[in-house]
């Protein structure tokens, strides 16, 4: 074990998550997979300066996901909180069960495979539309711009019913919500931005309800004395913002890796078997992992985890990069579609794993082999190294992706 925060450090500790190696930008922070190595909790500082337990084991990772003693609680300890919201409804996944399961209730029944199965046929028609206009647009073509990021913000769009003409205003919005280097004051001017617009939304919804996801909590919950309209925008705001960019980035950074990887590509592209490539976007999603700064908890009482006794309101950093990367997956370092990835952690684990998995993966199931068979040819347009990572965002990828085909 490292010791405790008691003791008082001669060097400062390194930073989370840290630098990838260039030579493979798709492994985990380099000092990660040492720590992991090495077992125990390691004492990081965070891009907002704070400092904290990064956990980088399988292991863990579960139980510290799983544990009732673990909170997401953002009123309760504001320093899971990236700048000050006090002014709006608190968003779910910032609560803690009985509260957070209430409100995360309302809305799983939107995300089901059964439900989300019915959108298939859309989010088909919506990887088509875009495929051809990145082929229209010529090479080289920016896929990130083209294609990775239109599909997510259109499907989740429609599901939200937000006019897909106002996805500049939030996708600026976004990106500043999840780049970490944002200030505090930018970010807060942000998501207040963003709130206000949903708001607005909102309302014009109780008066001209259309078939999407805030009519129908306007027509459920809000006329019920369930929900608030604020309420209602604050949810909103939590799928719009969770629903894009994730899924974007794996799409950019997916194909980026199977670029790499042309015989994986190969066995998605030749398949008509979904399974083969149901199986193959798992892996990738293993693989990838790309929530690298985005799973905070805080220690409710003093606890032991990893041999390491956590004190009661310190911070943890959970690095599912590192976890998907550990020994319960066989060369778990090598991209192979094939592989069995029961248990892998990308949506991460217990009560706050993700609401919107079912559709994430359809839409990758969906984007990705139609990209590889539409365009056999597909190359990247520049040199690895001229690719820009994205290092200092909640999720991993790529900023732009110039392809040739
Ligand atoms: C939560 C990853 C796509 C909505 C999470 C968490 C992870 C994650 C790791 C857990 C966070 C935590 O425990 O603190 C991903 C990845 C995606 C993706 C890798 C795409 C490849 C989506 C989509 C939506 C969505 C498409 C919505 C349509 C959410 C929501 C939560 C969440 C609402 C919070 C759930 C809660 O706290 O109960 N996601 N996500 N995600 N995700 Fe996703």
């Not at 798992?282 to 690298?292: D, F, H």
């Given at each position: 074990?490292?010791g405790?925060?008691?003791?008082?450090?001669?060097?400062d500790?390194?930073?989370?998550?840290?630098?990838?190696s260039?030579?493979?930008?798709?492994d985990p922070p380099t000092?990660?997979?040492?720590w992991?190595?090495?077992?125990?909790?390691r004492?990081?500082?965070l891009?907002?300066?704070?400092?904290?337990w990064?956990?980088?084991r399988?292991?863990?990772?579960?139980?510290?996901?799983?544990?009732?003693?673990?909170?997401?609680?953002?009123?309760?300890?504001?320093?899971?909180?990236?700048?000050?919201?006090?002014?709006q409804?608190q968003?779910?996944?910032?609560?803690?069960?009985?509260?957070h399961a209430?409100?995360?209730?309302?809305?799983?029944?939107?995300?089901t495979?059964?439900?989300?199965?019915?959108?298939?046929?859309?989010v088909?028609?919506?990887?088509?539309?875009?495929?051809?206009?990145l082929?229209?647009?010529g090479?080289?073509?920016?896929l990130?711009?083209?294609f990775?990021?239109?599909?997510?913000?259109?499907?989740i769009?429609?599901?939200?019913?937000v006019?897909?003409?106002?996805?500049?205003?939030?996708?600026?919005?976004?990106?500043?919500?999840?780049?970490?280097?944002?200030?505090?004051?930018?970010?807060?001017?942000?998501?207040?931005e963003?709130?206000q617009y949903?708001?607005?939304?909102?309302?014009?919804?109780?008066?001209?309800?259309?078939?999407?996801?805030?009519s129908r909590?306007?027509?459920?919950?809000v006329?019920?004395?369930?929900?608030?309209?604020?309420?209602?925008?604050?949810n909103?705001?939590?799928?719009?913002h969770?629903?894009h960019?994730?899924t974007?980035?794996?799409?950019?950074?997916g194909?980026l890796?199977?670029?790499?990887?042309?015989?994986?590509?190969?066995?998605?592209?030749e398949?008509?078997?979904?399974?083969?490539?149901?199986?193959?976007?798992?892996?990738?999603?293993?693989?990838?992992?790309i929530?690298?700064?985005l799973?905070?908890?805080?220690?409710?009482e003093?606890?032991?985890?990893g041999g390491?006794?956590?004190?009661?309101?310190?911070?943890?950093?959970?690095?599912v990069?590192?976890?998907?990367?550990d020994?319960?997956?066989?060369?778990?370092?090598?991209?192979?579609?094939?592989r069995d990835?029961?248990?892998?952690?990308?949506f991460?684990?217990?009560?706050?794993?993700c609401?919107?998995?079912?559709l994430?993966r359809?839409?990758?199931?969906?984007?990705?082999?139609?990209?590889?068979?539409?365009?056999?040819?597909?190359?990247?347009?520049v040199?690895?190294?001229?690719?820009?990572?994205?290092?200092?965002?909640?999720?991993?990828?790529?900023y732009?992706?110039?392809?040739?085909?």
């Amino acid at each position: 074990t490292t010791g405790n925060t008691d003791r008082h450090h001669i060097t400062d500790p390194p930073d989370f998550p840290g630098a990838r190696s260039p030579r493979c930008p798709f492994d985990p922070p380099t000092q990660q997979a040492d720590w992991r190595r090495a077992r125990g909790l390691r004492e990081v500082r965070l891009t907002n300066g704070r400092t904290a337990w990064a956990v980088t084991r399988y292991d863990d990772v579960k139980k510290i996901l799983s544990d009732p003693r673990i909170s997401a609680d953002g009123r309760r300890y504001p320093q899971l909180m990236n700048s000050d919201r006090t002014e709006q409804p608190q968003a779910f996944p910032r609560m803690d069960d009985p509260e957070h399961a209430r409100i995360r209730l309302t809305l799983t029944g939107e995300f089901t495979v059964k439900r989300v199965e019915t959108m298939r046929p859309h989010v088909r028609s919506v990887v088509d539309r875009f495929l051809s206009e990145l082929v229209e647009a010529g090479q080289p073509a920016d896929l990130v711009h083209h294609f990775a990021q239109p599909i997510p913000s259109t499907v989740i769009s429609l599901l939200l019913g937000v006019p897909y003409g106002d996805r500049a205003f939030f996708q600026t919005r976004s990106a500043t919500l999840q780049f970490t280097g944002a200030s505090p004051e930018d970010k807060k001017t942000a998501h207040r931005e963003l709130f206000q617009y949903l708001v607005g939304l909102v309302e014009r919804k109780e008066t001209e309800p259309g078939d999407d996801l805030i009519s129908r909590l306007m027509k459920e919950r809000v006329a019920t004395g369930e929900f608030t309209a604020r309420e209602v925008a604050m949810n909103s705001l939590v799928i719009l913002h969770a629903g894009h960019d994730t899924t974007a980035n794996l799409i950019a950074l997916g194909t980026l890796a199977l670029l790499r990887n042309p015989q994986q590509a190969d066995r998605i592209r030749e398949t008509d078997d979904p399974r083969v490539v149901a199986r193959a976007v798992e892996e990738l999603l293993r693989y990838l992992s790309i929530s690298q700064d985005l799973v905070f908890r805080v220690a409710t009482e003093d606890l032991v985890i990893g041999g390491q006794l956590v004190r009661e309101g310190q911070m943890l950093t959970v690095s599912v990069p590192s976890a998907n990367r550990d020994t319960v997956f066989e060369a778990a370092d090598t991209l192979d579609v094939g592989r069995d990835t029961r248990g892998h952690l990308a949506f991460g684990y217990g009560v706050h794993q993700c609401l919107g998995q079912s559709l994430a993966r359809v839409e990758l199931q969906e984007a990705l082999p139609a990209l590889l068979r539409r365009l056999p040819d597909l190359r990247l347009a520049v040199p690895l190294q001229d690719v820009r990572f994205r290092h200092d965002t909640a999720t991993y990828g790529v900023y732009v992706l110039p392809v040739a085909w």
